[in-house]
């Protein structure tokens, strides 16, 4: 009887091994997503067991770069405390990055969207005294080979798809976008700050609102003047250029122009929106004479309370951004400063801001990035940019753009 008892034990524990020994391996050979394709195949320049070993110790690691985005969103909803919203902004994120979310994690292409060459930006909005911030992303539609023509394509497709949706009105896209689309052409060289077509999406309380972005220096720096002279035209905004034409003249050759942009609804509060990247403090208070809403000397004294820095902005410009209205040639400005390429780290720039943002703001900004790095804010550096839009209640808008 004994023995058949201890034959008995013998079998069963030969049996877990074989099913721990199968379940392992089955967890091994999970197909990771290959580098610059959507097969599903393993990257090729992986050994098998360096994929077994990767695999078995982050068996839950985003693989895709839609798992990575849709990861690092709904931590953001945690965060701020809008969990239940998060379902919604999902399905948004996904219909804008469905051309490159199921590309491997370490898939990355040269663009100007984020530091790390990630085509994905997010960023949170506070309206003046609300303590809730309206989530955004920025993003940059793009697939293999990943070249202007490659991002243009998909880009104009992702248009159709937008133009179906309640709410999206795409007549002004598609008054103008023949007069950004990128050609091949050898002179222009495709640089790091090269794209053809962007597009955000703001998620105030599941009602998105779409943007579109072109790229004035798609066919060389010297003719962005004359596009958006053109954009503006077709748009029937001529005041709006006639506004731009005197401020971008007195501009030395460190100012250039960066993006135009287009809100894709309709009606009087649509924007149209210039930006223009400067490297001098006289520059931009000179630019911004006459915006609506602007008090001399602000500008100036928001950029030094931010980076310490008064002028000479050669790591990176600062850039501002001329918000035009229908039947409005007058804009309101607004003034993205670029925080991490002259401050150290995320725990500096939050207690620089304690200026301008409440503490419950201050809180929720924190925990964001907290909630998503897991680590000290000593020790990171996501925020990007910081942006400022004066209103006509003398509050701020203020934007923390989010490379994480």
Known sequence: ??????????????????????????????PAVKVENQTGNPPENMGSQKQ????????????????????????????IGRAQESPGAI?????????WSKYDTETRWANNVAGDRCPLEFSLTFKGNKELPIVRFLIEPQESPFTLQSSWKVGLELKEKLGSLPGVDISNFDKIYSIF???????????????????AADLEHNHPKFKVYFNPRILGGEKAPELIRQALITLDAEASWNFLSPRLNIAHSESKLAFFSLDLTAGVKARTKVYVANKLINDIE?????????????ASSWIKTLIKKEDFFNVKPIIITFNFTVGDDVPV????????????????????????????????????ISHISEKPLESTNFLTYVSLRPSENGQLDITCYLSL
């Not at 399905?91 to 051309?99: A, F, I, P, Y």
């Not at 050609?183 to 053809?196: A, D, H, K, M, R």
Request: with cysteine; net charge positive.
């Open 1 to 30: 009887m004994k023995y058949y008892f201890i034959l008995t034990v013998k079998l069963m524990v030969f049996c877990i091994l074989i099913v721990d020994t199968l379940a392992q391996s089955l967890a091994y050979n999970r």
């Open 52 to 79: 077994k070993d990767y695999m078995h110790s982050c068996p839950n690691k985003p693989t895709t770069l839609g798992d990575e985005a849709r990861n690092k969103l709904q931590k953001i909803y945690q965060a």
């Open 91 to 99: 399905k948004v994120l996904d219909l804008l990055t469905e051309s």
């Open 181 to 199: 689309s990128p050609i091949v052409n050898p002179q222009v060289p495709t640089t790091y700050e090269s794209f053809s077509i962007w597009y």
């Open 286 to 298: 000179r630019q911004l004479q006459g915006c609506h809403y602007y008090v001399n000397g602000a």
């Open 333 to 368: 400005p607004t003034i993205h400063i670029p925080v991490d390429a002259y401050v150290n780290n995320d725990a500096v720039i939050i207690q620089r801001m304690n200026k301008l943002l409440s503490p419950n703001q201050i809180k929720i900004l924190t925990e964001a």
